[in-house]
């Protein structure tokens, strides 16, 4: 096991890392904790997109995972692509309640509850509705009203819409425009361009998972960086294959040899 020969503590770049084991110090993350610690004081409708592999739900993830509770209550949906109805079921489903059947009914018991968690048990509901891309249109056009409480006089919860960035071009079209006009911050993520903001990823991976001093060459490092194009997802894939590849070499150290074999091995879909 390429751990163990490399000295590390826990897998390097593992998807469930949180905290000082999650890397924030690129300005992407902090205009997004920026926008997300805005509504966390004051309820309203977010949108956070960015194109697959970079990081997007890991990044709402390490931000709804710190909040403290019960103070706040997080309700993660990604079955996004149902139709309406069966997504304020789901949402019923996990606010405890036994959905009705009927939409109006369906309507009226999750604002009541929603309003009794903020009014009642000073909770504050964040709703994170990740795969937005792939909500529907009649969803879209719907949750606006869903959104109205009391004569349009609150913003009784927040909601992040998380997805690839096709959602802001449906977003712009003319019927969606009360769904638009809602949006309070919008935040999108981009790959890391900058090759010491990449450095600075790989060493806060590497380092987080036990390792001691530099275990990837520089010339390793920058075929990490051209392969992957700045995506987390795929220069994590990559230095876990190269880690791998070094131990079964027996080999203490990846240098620009193991990564370019593995570049060859990989097979495009």
């Known amino acids: 096991m390429y751990r163990q020969r490399f000295a590390l503590t826990a897998t390097p770049f593992a998807k469930n890392a949180r905290g000082k084991s999650f890397f924030t110090e690129y300005e992407g993350y ?5 926008s997300f610690q805005m509504l966390c004081e ?3 409708l977010g949108l956070l997109t960015a194109e697959p592999g970079v990081g ?5 993830r390490n931000l709804t995972q710190a909040l403290p509770r019960p103070q706040y209550r997080v309700v993660y949906l990604c079955d996004t692509a149902i139709g309406p109805l069966d997504l304020y079921r789901t949402l019923s489903l996990e606010l405890g309640l036994r959905p009705a059947h009927r939409r109006a009914v369906l309507w009226r018991e999750l ?6 968690m903020v009014d009642e048990r000073a909770e504050h509901p964040i709703l994170v509705l990740d795969e937005a891309q792939h909500l529907t249109e009649r969803f879209l ?4 009203g869903f959104l109205n409480f009391a004569f349009d006089s ?3 919860f927040t909601t992040w819409l998380v997805g690839l960035p096709p959602i802001r071009g449906r977003l712009r079209l003319q019927h969606h ?3 638009r006009s809602r949006i309070v911050t919008s935040v999108h993520l981009e790959a890391f361009g900058s090759r010491d903001v990449f450095a600075a990823f790989l060493d806060h991976g590497l380092t987080a998972a036990g390792a001691k001093g530099s275990i990837i060459a520089d010339s390793a490092r920058e075929l990490i960086f ?5 995506v987390a997802r795929e220069a994590a894939k990559l230095v876990r294959q190269a880690l791998r590849l070094a131990d079964e070499r027996q080999e203490n150290f990846v240098d620009e040899s193991v990564v370019e074999t593995i570049l060859k091995e990989e097979v495009s879909i």
């Open 42 to 44: 004051e309820p309203g």
């Open 177 to 179: 425009t009360p769904l």
């Open 154 to 156: 609150r913003d009784l």
């Open 141 to 144: 056009a719907d949750f606006s």
């Open 226 to 230: 051209r392969a992957s194009g700045g």
């Open 111 to 116: 604002k009541e509850t929603l309003t009794h």
């Open 56 to 60: 997007k739900t890991a990044a709402i």
């Open 30 to 34: 902090k205009r997004l904790e920026r």
